[in-house]
T-cell receptor
Framework: AQTVTQSQPEMSVQEAETVTLSCTYDTSENNYYLFWYKQPPSRQMILVIR??????QNATENRFSVNFQKAAKSFSLKISDSQLGDTAMYFC????????????FGAGTRLTVKP | DAGITQSPRHKVTETGTPVTLRCHQT?????MYWYRQDPGHGLRLIHY???????DKGEVSDGYSVSRSKTEDFLLTLESATSSQTSVYFCAISESDRGKEKLFFGSGTQLSVL
């Protein structure tokens, strides 16, 4: 079974600085999808960014970007110019080919942005 | 929010009682899911549905059943609630945007079993 590991239970960063959240996963598949979700105190799960394994180019969404290292099975999230509103739990998630709908999540990293 | 509504938002119940959580969607999505969220575990899949009356088990399905009699509604039932089922429950739908699968989540139900 696929597993997703987030080795940093908690992190903090100063406002306007850059922070990187780590994620590793384990799979024998070649075609899959990776995601980062944000969960603020409101409890809502918000999709931040998505990466398809067959794409070598790292995904970016405004201040959010990923470093996808397929051989190392690593998928880190970089948040640039951190804002107070980025304070949240961040979950890394993995999904095989869309025909298999079981999305696996890591345990999460609690990020605090300090003013 | 992909038109997902979960009810109730909060529920407190006693051990041994049946509980049903409801997920309602307004956009005719085929795939619907139930996850539970617990500290240290992230989200784990309980059951999912790929159409009316078509459901399958996920990673942590023991003690749970589901039903989908209409496209828009996906019900999660705890036949006899236990304290280990105290959790936050999320419903999700799978949306394909130009072939890019992604999950959208409801706002969750906090269930406490005393």
């Amino acid at each position: 079974a696929q597993t997703v590991t987030q080795s940093q239970p908690e992190m903090s960063v100063q406002e306007a600085e850059t922070v990187t959240l780590s994620c590793t996963y384990d799979t024998s598949e070649n075609n899959y999808y990776l995601f980062w979700y944000k969960q603020p105190p409101s409890r809502q799960m918000i999709l931040v960014i998505r990466q398809e394994a067959y794409k070598q180019q790292n995904a970016t969404e405004n201040r959010f970007s990923v470093n996808f290292q397929k051989a190392a099975k690593s998928f880190s999230l970089k948040i640039s110019d951190s804002q107070l509103g980025d304070t949240a739990m961040y979950f890394c998630a993995f999904m095989e080919n869309p025909n298999n709908n079981d999305m696996r999540f890591g345990a999460g990293t609690r990020l605090t942005v300090k003013p | 929010d992909a038109g997902i509504t979960q009810s109730p938002r909060h529920k407190v119940t006693e051990t041994g009682t049946p509980v049903t959580l409801r997920c309602h969607q307004t956009e005719n999505h085929r795939y619907m899911y139930w996850y539970r969220q617990d500290p240290g575990h992230g989200l784990r899949l309980i059951h999912y549905s790929y159409g009316v009356k078509d459901t399958d088990k996920g990673e942590v399905s023991d003690g749970y059943s589901v039903s989908r009699s209409k496209t828009e509604d996906f019900l999660l039932t705890l036949e006899s609630a236990t304290s280990s089922q105290t959790s936050v429950y999320f419903c999700a739908i799978s949306e394909s945007d130009r072939g890019k699968e992604k999950l959208f989540f409801g706002s969750g139900t906090q269930l406490s079993v005393l």
